[in-house]
Every structure is written in C-alpha cells, then in structure tokens.
C-alpha cells in the first residue's frame, strides 16, 4: 500500500475507533504481513486487509443495515448475531468508503470472523493474524502464533476448533461455514490436536 493510502485508511479508522482497536487493527496489518511473507501470500494485500478487517466494528446496527440495505443482506446466522456484522458490512465498506476493489483483500475481510468454505491462503491468513496478533494476550496465543509463523493452515484448523468450543460452551451457534471448513482441515490434520501440537513444542 502507498504510504499515501496508508495515511488515508488510517485517518479514517482513527475517527471510527477506539484506542485499543486501532491498535489491534495496526497489530494484525503486522502479523498478516509476517505471515504472508512467511506463507508466500502477496504481503501488500495481507497488510491492507489486517489493517481494515474491523473498519465498521464500532458500527451502530444502523450503520451496519444501511450498508445491508444498499448492497446485500447477508444469511439470516449472520443478520441475527451482531458479532458478525462487521465483517460482512467491512466487506462492502472497504469498496464503497475507501475504493477497494480487489476480491482477495475483499473476501479477507468478510470471512475473518466466521472462516470459509475452502479457504484461501489469504484469507486463512488473516483469520489467524486477527486472534494472533501482538495486542491480544489469552493463555495460548504464543502457542497459537508459533503455529501459525511454521503452518497457517494447521493454526486455522485449531483456531476454528476452539472458536467452535468457546461458542458452543456459551450457547451460541457456530456459523455452517465455520463448522464446515473445520471438518474439512480435520481430514487434511487427522491426527492434530492442541495437545499434541503442545507435546511436539516442549509446552
Ligand atoms: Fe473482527
Ligand atoms: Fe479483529
């Protein structure tokens, strides 16, 4: 990205965000990047969408159905928990706000939350570089980054295994693209388990 653009999107998430999500905004246009570079993904679009995945995050439910009612609604799990609306109205905001265009950086954004069916290198990307980057401090999250720095996949595929836990544990339904994508990684990860991967780490 242009430093200009840079400038540009950052000025815009300031007005919009409180301190500690600007800086986890910041943290995860890093890590995305660390991990592009690491991944061979295309680091410019890593860092652009780490750096505008919760754009609208601070949302009104008015703001977030404006952007609904003028460019798509999306499936009724989403309309009907408020913790996925932001990356489904990022999604369209990127375009309609800020110009861009690109699918890949697009599609990023809308899937960060919930994941998607056959996810691609990108989007895996910042799905891991939201729960892992430098501003977030849960028990594993040294664990779950040393992961994602060797193996993106593999983190996203624990990653998913234990957003599904944690939803369910609070009675919440996990979203269909969600549980799907997960019971595809545990065909390619058969054998991967958080514990194991620990025991393999000397954790
Ligand atoms: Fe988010
Ligand atoms: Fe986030």
């Given at each position: 990205?242009?430093?200009?653009?840079?400038?540009?999107?950052?000025?815009?998430?300031?007005?919009?965000?409180?301190d500690?999500r600007?800086?986890h905004?910041?943290?995860v246009?890093?890590?995305a990047?660390i991990?592009?570079?690491?991944h061979?993904?295309d680091a410019e679009k890593?860092?652009?969408?780490?750096l505008?995945?919760?754009?609208?995050?601070?949302f009104s439910r008015?703001?977030?159905?404006?952007l609904?009612?003028?460019?798509?609604h999306?499936?009724?799990?989403i309309?009907?928990?408020?913790?996925?609306?932001h990356a489904?109205?990022?999604?369209?905001?990127?375009?309609?706000?800020?110009?861009?265009t690109?699918d890949?950086?697009?599609?990023?954004?809308?899937?960060?939350?919930?994941?998607?069916?056959?996810?691609t290198?990108?989007?895996?990307?910042?799905?891991?570089?939201?729960?892992?980057?430098?501003?977030r401090?849960?028990?594993?999250?040294?664990?779950?980054?040393a992961?994602?720095?060797?193996?993106v996949?593999?983190?996203?595929?624990l990653?998913?295994?234990?957003?599904?836990?944690?939803?369910?544990?609070?009675g919440?339904?996990p979203?269909?693209r969600m549980l799907?994508?997960?019971?595809?990684?545990?065909t390619?990860?058969p054998?991967?388990?958080?514990?194991?991967e620990k025991q393999?780490?000397?954790?």
């Amino acid at each position: 990205m242009t430093p200009k653009d840079q400038e540009r999107y950052e000025a815009l998430l300031r007005q919009r965000l409180s301190d500690h999500r600007m800086k986890h905004s910041l943290g995860v246009m890093r890590e995305a990047e660390i991990l592009a570079r690491i991944h061979g993904a295309d680091a410019e679009k890593a860092q652009i969408a780490g750096l505008l995945h919760d754009m609208t995050k601070e949302f009104s439910r008015e703001e977030h159905f404006r952007l609904f009612d003028q460019y798509g609604h999306p499936d009724p799990q989403i309309s009907e928990s408020k913790n996925l609306w932001h990356a489904e109205s990022a999604y369209y905001d990127v375009t309609h706000t800020l110009g861009i265009t690109d699918d890949e950086i697009r599609s990023a954004v809308r899937y960060h939350t919930t994941g998607n069916e056959n996810m691609t290198l990108l989007q895996t990307i910042l799905f891991v570089a939201d729960l892992t980057d430098e501003t977030r401090t849960y028990d594993d999250v040294d664990f779950y980054r040393a992961v994602a720095r060797e193996d993106v996949t593999k983190a996203a595929y624990l990653a998913m295994g234990w957003c599904i836990e944690d939803l369910k544990n609070r009675g919440l339904t996990p979203h269909p693209r969600m549980l799907r994508e997960h019971a595809r990684l545990q065909t390619v990860f058969p054998s991967v388990t958080v514990e194991n991967e620990k025991q393999r780490r000397n954790l």
